[in-house]
């Protein structure tokens, strides 16, 4: 019995260390997979932000089917029947991109989303002529903007990319007035709208 007794602390020791490395490797690959599936899931969720740009594109079609042309703007009157079609066909791609939305954001990015949707629909409602007559075109257009930036703040902050934002409402509300801002005694002027 002593000889047994004498090896005790070396079996309990043993027997420690195999469940700390047991452990210790259970809790690494535990972080490994959550890791992992994070990556995949923000790599979906960039991909899905990017597809809820369909509600750009419904901004885009609505605004030349009411053959707007803002300040500085590079839109152009488009035939009714043929903007009603580019309407139809955005409002379907915007369809399937909601539902990834919902699927894969947070509620901030969703209720954002929502409310830029909702936004790009009253200018679609004036694009279509069924627009409550009080409803105004510019006000329609500056709030939409904001939305979107909203929209991109919010998967922004989602997907974990802290810096870089460029706003755009701001600029855009000034083109559509026909001001430019200025930045440190320049005209800015970003790219894309």
Avoid: C
Avoid at 12 to 37: F, H, N, P, Y
Avoid at 182 to 189: E, H, I, K, L
């Amino acid at each position: 019995m002593g000889a047994i007794t004498d090896q005790l602390p070396t079996i309990v020791g043993v027997i420690v260390g195999a469940a700390g490395t047991i452990a210790a490797t259970g809790v690494a690959d535990l972080t490994w997979w959550r890791r992992q599936l994070n990556t995949r899931w923000d790599d979906k969720r960039l991909q899905t932000y990017v597809d809820a740009n369909a509600v750009k594109e419904l901004h885009a079609y609505a605004l030349r089917l009411s053959a707007i042309d803002l300040a500085n703007s590079r839109l152009h009157r488009i035939d009714r029947q043929e903007g009603l079609a580019k309407l139809a066909e955005s409002d379907l791609r915007r369809t399937k991109a909601w539902e990834s939305v919902l699927l894969l954001g947070n509620a901030e990015t969703v209720n954002a989303a929502r409310e830029w949707r909702d936004a790009v629909y009253q200018i679609e409602l004036l694009g279509r002529g069924l627009a409550d007559k009080s409803l105004d075109l510019e006000t329609a257009v500056i709030d939409a903007n904001s939305r979107r930036d909203d929209f991109y703040r919010a998967a922004r902050a989602i997907l974990g990319i802290k810096d870089g934002m460029v706003t755009q409402a701001d600029w855009l509300a000034n083109s559509l007035s026909g001001q430019v801002r200025m930045v440190d005694g320049a005209p800015a002027s970003p790219e894309g709208d």
